[in-house]
């Protein structure tokens, strides 16, 4: 049974940072590569970021680039997420997720494991 525990998420003044972890157990982690959506209140969820089996290749959405890095640690089977200049257009409830195969994509469908989630709030 594939599990992702995500954790790190809270309460941030604009400009401020989070780091976001994500614990996954259940599969060779280091076979896939793994992303963070988040969905806001009232909105569909989006991609935000995703790497390779590797960490040797990474995407991240336009709103986020140079601001959001993603990682990864094969040895411990986490995914992280860390985010600077916070704004309050980031509130939202951020997913891990872990990808069908090797390669980082932008598309839901192409993830088939999620996490439950973890809360973001920015506040201006």
């Known amino acids: 049974q594939v599990q992702l525990v995500e954790s790190g998420g809270g309460l941030v003044q604009a400009g401020g940072s989070l780091r976001l972890s994500c614990a996954a157990s259940g599969r060779t982690f280091s076979s896939y590569a793994m992303g963070w959506f988040r969905q806001a209140p009232g909105k569909e969820r989006e991609f935000v970021a995703a790497?390779?089996?590797?960490?040797?290749?990474?995407y991240y959405a336009d709103p986020v680039k140079g601001r959001f890095t993603i990682s990864r640690d094969n040895a411990k089977n986490t995914v992280y997420l860390q985010m600077n200049s916070l704004k309050p257009e980031d509130t939202a409830v951020y997913y891990c997720a872990t990808a069908r195969g090797r390669w980082p994509s932008t598309r839901e469908y192409e993830y088939d494991y999620w996490g439950q989630g973890t809360q973001v709030t920015v506040s201006s």
């Open positions: 790497i390779s089996w590797s960490g040797g290749t990474t």
